[in-house]
């Protein structure tokens, strides 16, 4: 992915990455976009929106869904020009002047647009995907889309167009003049983790944790 005038990195391009596996990666270690277009009604005036929204990353698009009742999923899935964000916090820098806090992180804006799907096997195949897209494995344990839960959801196709990432990581970056200052710097590392899983109350007690959930947890404990 070449850089382009719309999704160019401009300020720090140290931190710029236009890879797709790197774009890829981030996207997949991620659950919620924000999806920014604009709005233009005879009922609303120019209006931007920026809508926070579950998704999950298919080749080189984005699946989304929503209420087919949605007045802005339908204006989304008619094609307009839409930009999206994901952003992975990694660590707290903290250094001894204010103004040399930060994080880590790892980001990336996507340029495209979308388009509503609307055959019934592709939208079934979809909510499996964001399910495993959760959980690996977890669709098989539980029950598919119903035809009334699918003709009650809107699912959107967001096909990339352009896309760039940032990447902050390291440590603490100190005006020398500040080293000899008697304050902690350093990092904080921070990273999404899953706690103990609680049962709904209407599961029989002592209901055993399915598989996908033991492998999860499985395999946070390894890399702990």
């Not at 719309?6 to 997949?28: C, S, W």
């Not at 996908?212 to 702990?224: D, K």
Request: aromatic share 4%; net charge neutral.
């Amino acid at each position: 992915m070449r850089p382009h005038a719309r999704h160019e990195v401009r300020r720090t391009k140290a931190r710029a990455r236009y890879e797709r596996e790197t774009v890829h990666a981030i996207l997949d270690a991620g659950r919620i976009a924000h999806i920014g277009f604009a709005v233009e009604t005879p009922s609303i005036p120019p209006q931007p929106f920026v809508i926070p929204m579950l998704y999950v990353r298919h080749g080189d698009a984005l699946l989304l869904h929503g209420s087919i009742a949605s007045r802005l999923m339908k204006r989304l899935g008619d094609g307009v020009a839409a930009c999206v964000s994901v952003t992975m916090v990694d660590g707290l820098v903290l250094a001894r002047s204010h103004f040399h806090h930060s994080v880590n992180y790892r980001s990336v804006v996507l340029f495209g647009r979308a388009r509503a799907v609307d055959d019934t096997a592709e939208k079934a195949a979809a909510l499996a995907c964001f399910v495993d897209a959760l959980i690996p494995g977890r669709a098989a344990e539980s029950r598919p889309a119903d035809r009334n839960e699918l003709a009650a959801t809107m699912l959107l196709r967001f096909e990339i167009e352009d896309a760039s990432a940032k990447v902050r990581d390291g440590g603490v970056k100190e005006d020398p003049a500040d080293l000899a200052l008697p304050y902690w710097a350093g990092v904080v590392p921070q990273s999404m983790r899953c706690d103990s899983p609680l049962a709904d109350p209407s599961m029989e007690a002592g209901a055993a944790l399915p598989p996908s959930v033991l492998r999860l947890l499985s395999a946070q404990e390894a890399r702990a």
